[in-house]
């Protein structure tokens, strides 16, 4: 099972809201909501998902709008969702800086798909290499799976974020305030938070959790993964 990414659903219809979340959840993503946008603005602020799926037509302004405030400083891939076929919209939408743009009705394996490959494409723009191979450790950062061995390990998302972010870094040192920041919102949250994810990542990846070769630890400062 990989570790999903997590996506957040700004949709002010409850119906589609239940029915992507069942989607999206049943294909092992995290799947997260908002019902209008500043709801959704709220989430993106302190949570950070990897993806935003997005209505136009919401309550409290134009999903337009919304996509303005977040670029360019944001970079999270955004797939609009709207009733709204004329073309200048939809012109508009990427203009602003949405990935991609779904016409309603739409089906839910060609959204799945349009996902994966915004998801992959996101990987890309960071510049990291798509797999990171370490020892006998593969991160598939454009899949969301990691392999020891060839076996696929089983993370939570959290744990999954965390891999990612020191994967990227493969060999550097994170720091503490970074990875707390980037995984739970704030560099201000609980330091144990980090401790107690780190020692998870660690039973499910190290021979030894106790003597670890991949997750090293630089006391006070932050955590590395080992180029092995």
Same mark, same amino acid.
């Given at each position: 099972?990989?570790?999903?990414?997590?996506?957040?659903?700004?949709? !002010?219809?409850?119906?589609?809201?239940?029915?992507?979340?069942?989607?999206?959840?049943?294909?092992?993503?995290?799947?997260?909501?908002? #019902?209008?946008?500043?709801?959704?603005?709220?989430?993106?602020?302190?949570?950070?998902?990897?993806? %935003?799926?997005?209505?136009?037509?919401?309550?409290?302004?134009?999903?337009?709008?919304? %996509?303005?405030?977040?670029?360019?400083?944001?970079?999270?891939?955004?797939?609009v969702?709207?009733?709204?076929? $004329?073309?200048?919209?939809?012109? &508009? &939408?990427?203009?602003?800086?949405? !990935? !991609?743009?779904?016409?309603?009705?739409?089906g839910?394996?060609?959204?799945? $798909? =349009? %996902? =994966?490959?915004?998801?992959?494409? &996101?990987? #890309?723009?960071?510049? &990291?290499?798509?797999?990171?191979?370490?020892?006998?450790?593969?991160?598939?950062?454009?899949? =969301?799976?990691?392999?020891?061995?060839?076996?696929?390990?089983?993370?939570?998302?959290?744990?999954?974020?965390?891999? $990612?972010i020191?994967?990227?870094?493969?060999?550097?040192?994170?720091?503490?305030?970074?990875?707390?920041?980037?995984?739970?919102?704030?560099?201000?949250?609980?330091? #144990?938070?980090?401790?107690?994810?780190?020692? #998870?990542?660690? $039973?499910?990846?190290?021979?030894?959790?106790?003597?670890?070769?991949? %997750?090293?630890?630089?006391?006070?400062?932050?955590?590395?993964?080992?180029?092995?």
């Amino acid at each position: 099972m990989s570790a999903g990414a997590t996506i957040l659903i700004i949709e !002010d219809d409850p119906s589609l809201r239940r029915s992507l979340m069942a989607t999206l959840k049943a294909a092992k993503y995290h799947a997260v909501e908002a #019902q209008n946008s500043a709801e959704g603005l709220r989430w993106i602020t302190h949570h950070k998902p990897d993806l %935003i799926l997005l209505d136009l037509g919401l309550p409290d302004g134009d999903g337009l709008d919304l %996509i303005g405030k977040l670029r360019p400083a944001n970079t999270t891939p955004i797939l609009v969702l709207s009733a709204r076929d $004329a073309e200048q919209t939809k012109v &508009a &939408a990427l203009d602003l800086g949405a !990935d !991609d743009y779904v016409t309603k009705p739409f089906g839910l394996e060609e959204l799945l $798909a =349009r %996902i =994966r490959t915004a998801l992959r494409h &996101a990987v #890309q723009v960071k510049g &990291a290499e798509p797999v990171v191979r370490t020892g006998a450790l593969e991160i598939d950062l454009g899949a =969301r799976v990691v392999r020891r061995d060839s076996a696929e390990i089983d993370l939570s998302p959290k744990e999954y974020e965390l891999l $990612a972010i020191l994967a990227l870094n493969i060999g550097k040192v994170t720091l503490r305030d970074h990875l707390l920041e980037q995984v739970w919102g704030s560099k201000k949250s609980d330091v #144990q938070y980090l401790r107690v994810y780190i020692g #998870q990542l660690r $039973a499910k990846l190290e021979d030894d959790p106790s003597a670890p070769h991949y %997750i090293l630890s630089d006391p006070g400062v932050g955590y590395r993964l080992a180029q092995l």
